[in-house]
């Protein structure tokens, strides 16, 4: 039996009458459809893309790009909200209290350099903005003309944004402590779908894992 397919014919935007009113009108009820958000697209802040940008980059770019691969918060909402209240030198962590869900207030270590941004940035400063600036906020709140001008100067994609440096952060994580839960707190995710979505396993690894063992299999 061959398959018979329904075609419906759109009326002319002109054309008036019931029968066009009435095809408008199923139109207009017909819901949207969401589209699968494309996976892949987001490509990472590494560390070749760093040392390319920390070249052309100025302060206070600078230490953003350092703390937020070493990080991995988000940069509008965490970042530049920093404050120095909630860094504990004891610890080596820095707490994040503003968040719209409860895994989103958490605690994130600081690594040697992180460490030592930080120390330099604040100095004997004990409150405070850590990115105080000229703004009706009272702290930094964009870096997007500085880090256009860093990336083009470094010869880097326009698809590379600041906030690449999280996906890194995430990749890398997961790729050294193979701790997805781990990675989950330290990013604020609840769920381990939206976690994945920071990870880009690097093809080298999967390359890797296919050969261990099988070196006595090549092909003659």
């Known amino acids: 039996m061959a398959n018979e397919f329904l075609v419906f014919r759109l009326p002319e935007p002109w054309a008036t009458g019931e029968r066009n009113r009435i095809a408008w009108g199923l139109i207009g009820g017909v819901p949207r ?3 699968m958000k494309e996976l892949g697209r987001s490509i990472r802040l590494d560390e070749e893309a760093e040392r390319k940008l920390l070249a052309y980059a100025r302060q206070p770019l600078r230490d953003v790009i350092i703390l937020m691969r070493d990080t991995g918060m988000r940069n509008r909402k965490e970042l530049f909200r920093m404050r120095i209240e909630n860094l504990d030198w004891n610890t080596r962590t820095i707490f994040v209290p503003d968040s719209k869900t409860p ?39 964009t870096l997007d ?76």
């Open 103 to 141: 895994t989103g207030r958490r605690y994130i270590p600081m690594s040697d350099r992180v460490l030592d941004v930080l120390m330099i940035r604040c100095g004997e400063r004990r409150e405070g903005w850590v990115f105080p600036a000229n703004s009706a906020a009272g702290h930094l709140t």
């Open 33 to 35: 459809i969401r589209l």
């Open 145 to 220: 003309k500085q880090f256009r001008a860093a990336r083009k100067a470094a010869g880097l994609p326009k698809n590379l944004v600041l906030y690449s440096a999280r996906h890194d952060f995430g990749t890398r994580v997961l790729q050294k402590t193979g701790n997805l839960a781990a990675v989950m707190r330290v990013m604020g995710h609840s769920d381990p779908r939206i976690a994945m979505h920071y990870q880009h396993p690097d093809l080298e690894l999967i390359r890797h894992g296919l050969n261990v063992g099988s070196s006595d299999a090549r092909v003659q």
